[in-house]
């Protein structure tokens, strides 16, 4: 795994949602209240590209011993990414630093990376038929970087000759 997030210092502000939604102009969940915890974005979407789930861990024989667990999930960029692995247009690639990035002009939102993604991080977008998930983006004012060679570009250069 290549991203990691200290559970131990996460106190539930879920601040790292707001930020993410705003540096990403992801659009809003709207304020459904799922009536499971005090979690309203309940799951990673192509929408939400990070979620802080509310944990509570009841002890049912000392209740004053009952605790709640934040648990910030995001995508990993994983090293060896199953998305990665089974995109059939190269639409998934990884940039200079070893992120793993989706391509939405390559991607034709087959969906075949969702169910391989060990962690359900990545999905597809239904409005914009694409499989979106965290860019990893570098902060406002650095240059994007170049992305690595896809698989498409790999087989016009094969073809080419």
Request: include cysteine; glycine fraction near 8%.
């Amino acid at each position: 795994m290549r991203f990691f997030t200290d559970v131990t210092l996460c106190i539930g502000c879920k601040a790292c949602e707001v930020a993410c939604k705003q540096w990403n102009q992801l659009p809003a969940d709207g304020y459904a209240f799922t009536g499971n915890s005090y979690d309203n974005t309940s799951r990673l979407s192509a929408a939400s590209w990070r979620h802080v789930a509310f944990v509570e861990q009841m002890d049912r024989e000392v209740p004053v011993a009952s605790r709640w667990m934040m648990l910030s999930d995001v995508c990993k960029h994983c090293t060896n990414a199953g998305c990665f692995e089974s995109c059939p247009t190269g639409a998934i690639v990884r940039n200079e630093f070893g992120d793993v990035y989706v391509q939405p002009d390559v991607c034709n939102g087959c969906g075949y990376c969702v169910p391989s993604c060990p962690f359900g991080v990545i999905a597809v977008q239904p409005d914009a038929g694409v499989a979106q998930k965290c860019t990893l983006r570098p902060p406002k004012g650095r240059p994007r970087t170049r992305l690595r060679e896809s698989m498409s570009d790999r087989l016009d250069r094969l073809r080419a000759g």
